[in-house]
């Protein structure tokens, strides 16, 4: 006790000291800049789940800033903290996080430039979550630091390298479920001219390990899920007659997948390799008329599509599909600018594909106008007519329109968009898409002392002839600040179909062979409120409420989820010395997990001071 309070005693007269503003000089090469921040008070944490807990907290954080020789030669930056969260507060938070983030740059200004970058944070706050609002919380910690180096010589093709890796691991709040995911990641790029032509080539590996909760993974234990793979490519451009330009470009990638339980031996697994070609011509023989024509081969349609998934982190059971899949797809077309703001283009593609045992063949014509000037000072238009032909269905009729609109009424400014489409192709042939979304704005001044905003959002979309498939959200917002008084809110929801991936759910893409037990069903919506007062120059309160309720279904597991979060804080300034208080109330729920809803409590009153270090 007794040197907790000459700790105490000593951080106190650190606060109160008189701060240099400065930068130190070491040696003739070495210069250094250092600020930050330092905390002193009394903190309280309690809870349903943890120990309560009482203590004299110290924290803070600083921003070390340098340069050796020359800030082309080498510079760096550092920046530590202790005590501290970003997530709900900047003093005392739910979980006071501690950790580092520092870079360090190499020869800037010399043609072989380099960096290095390390982070670590531990008792931190973070989401794993849906598509769109809620997320569910998690407190855990991670690490992670990479490493690049170029060469950049005349006359010579250029050279980049990349190396990253990082790896965290938390638990759900309220639960005993654990959700962890590391990444590898290397990275090669060069680039060339050569007889005219710019050529590019790439390298990339990816290796992501990932535990998720079991209530979200469908299966009685969490789910493991580890995907792998590379990607080779090369790719050139070169001009041609009639102010043209031809883009070549060739892909190669692979890919592993293995998917299991924890307690699980056997795993499901899924490997493809995956070849794609594709050609791009265009032209302007006039100011008013553009040439286009494009081609593309890719002999493994299955690996093409979930190669989208497995940029995501994703990992779900897809059925390992033997037959022949493959796509060619061939189109041109022409545009033409009748008048200053009118223009139209026109389209024809052919398609011959096979995958899952069948093979589709036939080809699609757009024709698209469209008004780029505002219509009675307020809107812009455009209009697609899509007509397709296969030897399923003739003459299936498509259309895109597009609205957007801005405009003043006196004081009120105003913008809002819309778009509708039916039947839309996608790169599956027997895949089209139809959606909606829908948006808009309104703002209004009172003098300069007074504004408020409002805006809604909201999107609508699914695959035409695949039922159950439907996405949508809608999202509604309002502000209103005045001189010494700002107020918000905002509402969100969200349902729909979604596949699992390291970071949570995302949606679905045209995939062939997604088995039904890969799919989430979720349904979620979320409301929240902050209000921020300044009744003195120097006096600051705010004060913010959110709630997010989700349900969530994956292969029969259902679960109810719910989490609140309340914060409130109180600042008084005098100079660089400022005086704090802080409570925090959360709480967080999940049904799947058999456990009452994990509750929360922390609060904090103390003081600050910027420093200037030196």
């Known amino acids: 006790m007794k040197s907790t309070v000459r700790y105490g005693v000593c951080l106190l007269l650190l606060l109160a000291a008189k701060a240099t503003v400065a930068q130190v000089q ?13 905390s002193l008070g009394y903190s309280a944490d309690y809870g349903n789940q943890i120990p309560s807990d009482h203590s004299l907290n110290a924290g803070g954080d600083a921003q070390l800033n340098g340069d050796y020789y020359n800030p082309n ?26 950790g580092v983030n520092a870079v360090v740059n190499l020869f800037s200004g010399s043609r072989f430039p380099g960096y290095a970058s390390y982070n670590y944070t531990y008792n931190s706050t973070g989401n794993f979550g849906l598509i769109a609002n809620p997320n569910f919380t998690t407190v855990g910690s991670g690490q992670g630091f990479g490493v690049g180096w170029s060469a950049l010589l005349p006359n010579w093709p250029t050279f980049s390298v990349s190396y990253s890796q990082g790896s965290g691991s938390g638990n759900v709040f309220g639960t005993n479920e654990e959700s962890s995911a590391s990444t590898k990641t290397l990275n090669a790029r060069s680039s060339y001219r050569l007889a005219g032509w710019n050529l590019n080539a790439l390298y990339t590996y990816m290796n992501i390990d990932s535990r998720v909760p079991f209530f979200l993974s469908g299966q009685t234990d969490d789910q493991l899920l580890n995907s792998s793979g590379s990607d080779i490519g090369i790719n050139g451009s070169h001009s041609l007659p009639w102010h043209g330009t031809v883009s070549l470009s060739f892909d190669h990638s692979s890919y592993n997948g293995n998917f299991g339980s924890l307690l699980e031996e056997n795993t499901d697994q899924t490997n493809y390799t995956t070849n ?18 494009s081609q593309q081969y890719t002999d493994n349609l299955n690996g093409y599509l979930y190669q989208s998934i497995i940029n995501s982190g994703g990992g779900v059971p897809l059925e390992q599909v033997n037959s022949q899949s493959n796509s060619s797809t061939f189109s041109g077309g022409a545009s033409y600018n009748f008048l200053p703001n009118l223009y139209g283009q026109g389209e024809v593609t052919y398609f011959d594909q096979s995958y899952l045992g069948q093979t589709y ?44 609109g801005y405009h003043y009424f006196g004081p009120w400014e105003t913008s809002g968009n819309f778009s509708y489409a039916q039947n839309v192709q996608t790169l599956l042939v027997t895949y089209t898409l139809s959606y909606y979304n829908y948006g808009g704005n309104i703002h209004r001044r009172w003098g300069r002392s007074m504004q408020w905003t409002g805006a809604f959002n909201g999107s609508h979309s699914g695959f035409t002839n695949q039922p159950g498939t439907v996405n949508q959200s809608e999202g509604y917002s309002t502000s ?26 995302q949606p679905i893409p045209p995939t062939p062979g997604l088995l039904p037990e890969g799919l989430i069903v979720y349904n979620g919506s979320s409301y ?41 804080q109180v600042q008084y300034r005098l100079r660089k010395i400022s005086l704090l208080g802080g409570f925090t109330k959360f709480s967080q729920g999940i049904s799947a997990s058999g456990l009452a809803p994990g509750n929360e409590y922390s609060y904090f009153i103390g003081v600050q001071r910027w420093f200037s270090f030196f």
């Open 480 to 505: 209103l600040a005045l001189r010494k008084l700002t107020l918000s809110a905002d509402y969100t929801k969200s349902s729909g179909e979604s596949i699992l991936t390291s970071t949570g759910i």
């Open 73 to 98: 030669f080498l510079n760096f930056s550092i920046s530590p903290y202790y005590n501290r969260s970003s997530a709900n507060s900047t003093v005392s938070s739910l979980t006071n996080a501690s």
């Open 276 to 293: 794609t070609e594709t050609a791009n011509m265009q032209f302007h023989p006039t100011n008013k008329l553009a040439l286009f024509a």
């Open 528 to 568: 929240s409120g902050a209000v921020t007062l300044t009744p003195l120059p120097r006096l600051w309160l705010s004060a913010t409420y959110s709630h997010a309720s989700s349900d969530t279904t994956s292969n029969d597991i259902f679960s109810n989820n719910k989490t609140t979060i309340f914060y409130g």
């Open 361 to 404: 063949s036939g080809s699609y014509l757009t024709g698209t106008v469209g008004y780029n000037k505002r219509i009675f000072h307020t809107f812009t238009v455009s209009a697609t007519v899509i007509d397709s032909t296969n030897k399923f269905a003739n003459n299936a009729l498509g259309f895109i329109a597009n609205l957007n």
């Open 26 to 38: 070491v040696g003739d090469d070495l210069t250094m800049r250092m600020n930050g921040l330092i």
